[in-house]
């Protein structure tokens, strides 16, 4: 509509076209209110019904909530409106009418529960809360490109159907791929160590992952996107400088360009970006402190993967962002390198947040016969493989990378307590539709 003008720019004194949706109509007998919104907020229309048209007084007053329309008309200022200005209609056309029975209110008024609001996506999103979790989305990853860019990073695109799993295993979902068994990529990671390991030295991709991993909880899903990073050169101390700039490069932008994101959320007053250093803990040191909190009902050992009671426990105790480092090289994948002077040691590391792991990463074994052992020692066939061990026949150079959960990072950023809110159409094991 080339003449239509948003309702935060109509001005006292201005004639207006405005188009949204109905929001609420307030009928007071000899004068009656229509508030229309659209995406930069709402205004009032005015109807007074001795002095206008009885149909234009009808088609405003009889219109069902959420409609859309288009209201022509006067803006005349009136303090007593929620916006301080209002319209007086000189004309209203009904585009689209909506359905009496609405499965979810737009307004808020009344709550859906998460389910139902998924269901019904279209409508829950015209909720300003809601609209401000994707409005926020949007700005964390502009932040993050723009970061990824800062440390000299090309952004890359891999493929998302495979001929072999990354990390092998059952948690792929197969498909027929022209009367082939092919698979959803579960990682972008031996594509990314591949142009690496060309001229291109710094890469970062952001794009879908797919896991067929049974799990049923408020941080777990099925498709999911991660933020990946990989550098030639680097090491897992570089990988991590890298990983701790991207997640306050987009705090910092939170909080710079989206304040009425965060008020609509409650969040303006306790929002902030870290500027301290996140400590780096070994496994050896984050097993001691866990085991010092008598949190868990028995004591970690040295070999045990971290429970989410652990991390929490963990988590409580720092009190903010912190990675784990040294992993025990058992329970890291086969890419990841160990150190020259320990191979029970890995150079993996995770990033965590105090609620949540958000970030697993580390140096990556860059030599042909040692890669090659680690596929054997994790019971992989090396040979499935082929197009990616061979690569590091030719002068492979040492690599580092992390893979970032961005749904993870968005709900920590905000504090919401399910990764589905932060996804405009989620998949899990229940979800296939919408």
Same mark, same amino acid.
């Given at each position: 509509?080339?003449?239509?003008?948003?309702?935060?720019?109509?001005?006292?004194?201005?004639?207006?076209?405005?188009?949204?949706?109905?929001?609420?109509?307030?009928?007071?007998?000899?004068?009656?209110?229509?508030?229309?919104?659209?995406?930069?907020?709402?205004?009032?229309?005015?109807?007074?019904?001795?002095?206008?048209?009885?149909?234009?007084?009808? %088609? &405003?007053?009889?219109?069902?909530? #959420? !409609?859309?329309?288009? +209201?022509?008309? *006067?803006?005349?200022?009136? /303090?007593?409106? @929620? %916006? &301080?200005?209002?319209?007086?209609? #000189? !004309?209203?056309?009904? +585009?689209?009418? *909506?359905?009496?029975?609405? /499965?979810?209110? @737009?307004? &808020?008024?009344?709550?859906?529960?998460? !389910?139902?609001?998924?269901?019904?996506?279209?409508?829950?999103?015209?909720?300003?809360?809601?609209?401000?979790?994707?409005?926020?989305?949007?700005?964390?990853?502009?932040?993050?490109?723009?970061?990824?860019?800062?440390?000299?990073?090309?952004?890359?695109?891999?493929?998302?159907?495979?001929?072999?799993?990354?990390?092998?295993?059952?948690?792929?979902?197969?498909?027929?791929?022209?009367?082939?068994?092919?698979?959803?990529?579960?990682?972008?990671?031996?594509?990314?160590?591949?142009?690496?390991?060309?001229?291109?030295?710094?890469?970062?991709?952001?794009?879908?992952?797919?896991?067929?991993?049974?799990?049923?909880?408020?941080?777990?899903?099925?498709?999911?996107?991660?933020?990946?990073?990989?550098?030639?050169?680097?090491?897992?101390?570089?990988?991590?400088?890298?990983?701790?700039?991207?997640?306050?490069?987009?705090?910092?932008?939170?909080?710079?360009?989206?304040?009425?994101?965060?008020?609509?959320?409650?969040?303006?007053?306790?929002?902030?970006?870290?500027?301290?250093?996140?400590?780096?803990?070994?496994?050896?040191?984050?097993?001691?402190?866990?085991?010092?909190?008598?949190?868990?009902?028995?004591?970690?050992?040295?070999?045990?993967?971290?429970?989410?009671?652990?991390?929490?426990?963990?988590?409580?105790?720092?009190?903010?962002?912190?990675?784990?480092?040294?992993?025990?090289?058992?329970?890291?994948?086969?890419?990841?390198?160990?150190?020259?002077?320990?191979?029970?040691?890995?150079?993996?590391?995770?990033?965590?947040?105090?609620?949540?792991?958000?970030?697993?990463?580390?140096?990556?074994?860059?030599?042909?016969?040692?890669?090659?052992?680690?596929?054997?020692?994790?019971?992989?066939?090396?040979?499935?493989?082929?197009?990616?061990?061979?690569?590091?026949?030719?002068?492979?150079?040492?690599?580092?990378?992390?893979?970032?959960?961005?749904?993870?990072?968005?709900?920590?950023?905000?504090?919401?307590?399910?990764?589905?809110?932060?996804?405009?159409?989620?998949?899990?094991?229940?979800?296939?539709?919408?």
């Amino acid at each position: 509509m080339q003449d239509r003008t948003h309702t935060a720019d109509a001005e006292p004194g201005d004639e207006v076209t405005v188009a949204g949706w109905v929001h609420e109509i307030r009928d007071l007998g000899g004068i009656a209110f229509l508030i229309l919104r659209d995406s930069t907020g709402k205004i009032q229309i005015k109807f007074e019904k001795d002095e206008m048209d009885d149909d234009l007084v009808e %088609t &405003g007053l009889d219109v069902s909530r #959420e !409609s859309v329309v288009t +209201v022509s008309g *006067a803006v005349e200022a009136e /303090p007593r409106a @929620p %916006t &301080g200005v209002e319209i007086t209609p #000189e !004309s209203l056309e009904v +585009v689209a009418p *909506a359905d009496p029975e609405l /499965p979810l209110d @737009p307004s &808020g008024k009344v709550d859906a529960d998460l !389910s139902t609001r998924l269901d019904n996506r279209t409508l829950d999103l015209r909720k300003e809360d809601v609209q401000a979790i994707f409005e926020i989305r949007s700005e964390i990853l502009r932040a993050v490109r723009d970061q990824f860019r800062e440390f000299d990073c090309t952004e890359i695109t891999t493929p998302k159907i495979v001929a072999t799993g990354t990390e092998g295993g059952t948690e792929l979902f197969p498909i027929t791929y022209f009367g082939e068994e092919a698979f959803m990529n579960q990682s972008p990671q031996l594509f990314k160590q591949l142009i690496a390991g060309s001229n291109v030295e710094r890469v970062f991709e952001i794009g879908p992952i797919f896991r067929a991993e049974e799990h049923n909880t408020p941080r777990h899903l099925n498709e999911a996107t991660s933020i990946d990073f990989e550098g030639a050169f680097c090491d897992q101390n570089d990988a991590m400088d890298v990983v701790e700039g991207v997640v306050k490069a987009a705090y910092e932008a939170v909080d710079e360009h989206c304040g009425d994101e965060l008020e609509a959320l409650d969040l303006e007053d306790e929002f902030g970006a870290p500027d301290e250093e996140f400590p780096r803990l070994s496994y050896e040191e984050a097993i001691e402190r866990i085991n010092a909190t008598d949190e868990l009902d028995e004591q970690l050992v040295w070999g045990d993967d971290l429970s989410t009671e652990a991390e929490k426990a963990l988590g409580q105790d720092v009190g903010g962002h912190y990675f784990i480092t040294d992993w025990p090289s058992e329970i890291k994948p086969f890419y990841i390198k160990d150190h020259d002077d320990d191979p029970d040691l890995s150079t993996g590391f995770d990033l965590m947040h105090p609620r949540m792991e958000l970030v697993s990463g580390g140096q990556r074994e860059h030599r042909h016969e040692n890669l090659i052992e680690g596929f054997e020692q994790q019971g992989l066939d090396p040979d499935q493989f082929e197009y990616y061990t061979k690569m590091f026949k030719y002068g492979m150079p040492p690599h580092a990378g992390f893979g970032l959960g961005g749904e993870r990072l968005i709900m920590t950023i905000l504090g919401l307590e399910n990764i589905r809110e932060a996804v405009l159409f989620p998949r899990d094991r229940q979800r296939l539709s919408p």
